[in-house]
């Protein structure tokens, strides 16, 4: 869990999602690396869910020889398909891996929910820009500093994360 949580700070779906519609070019130049980002942790966590599915049969196989071989110790009068089956359920062990398991697919399905959100944004990006282009956002023309701009949304978006940290 402390695991879940240490890379959940890193990743920020909220404050990456948001388009400044003030700021097309640079939601642009950014749009890459958040993809990236948000790939690579759906792969990730499509890794974590993957290998905690395998250890969840490992040990569903492990307790099935177990109760197979050492029936008394499990309180089993007569081995059948069913009584082995809801023995294995009931054990802390195979519950314990199983909710692993279910938390792990979890965190993954929301990880590729935020890959689809992400080609969402930019085609939403794309329909912006069409609309900056047909003069939509028209109004006085002022010189930008992009570095500049860009330099106080990244303290700004840095600030959001200290003050969040901070409540906990």
Do not use: C
């Amino acid at each position: 869990m402390d695991e879940k949580k240490t890379k959940m700070t890193r990743i920020n779906f909220e404050d990456d999602i948001e388009i400044d519609h003030e700021a097309l070019d640079i939601e642009w130049l950014e749009q890459p690396g958040k993809m990236l980002k948000y790939s690579r942790y759906s792969a990730d966590t499509r890794q974590i869910m993957d290998m905690t599915k395998e250890r969840l049969e490992l040990v569903r196989a492990e307790l099935d020889q177990q109760i197979r071989q050492y029936p008394d110790f499990y309180q089993i009068a007569k081995i059948t398909e069913g009584s082995i089956q809801s023995t294995i359920l009931k054990d802390p062990e195979y519950r314990k891996t199983a909710e692993e398991y279910i938390n792990a697919k979890h965190e993954y399905e929301l990880a590729q929910g935020a890959v689809k959100a992400f080609d969402q944004r930019k085609t939403a990006l794309e329909n912006l820009v069409r609309l900056h282009g047909a003069s939509y956002f028209a109004g006085p023309s002022i010189p930008r500093n992009l570095s500049e701009e860009r330099k106080a949304r990244d303290q700004e978006v840095n600030k959001r994360i200290r003050m969040r940290r901070n409540k906990r």
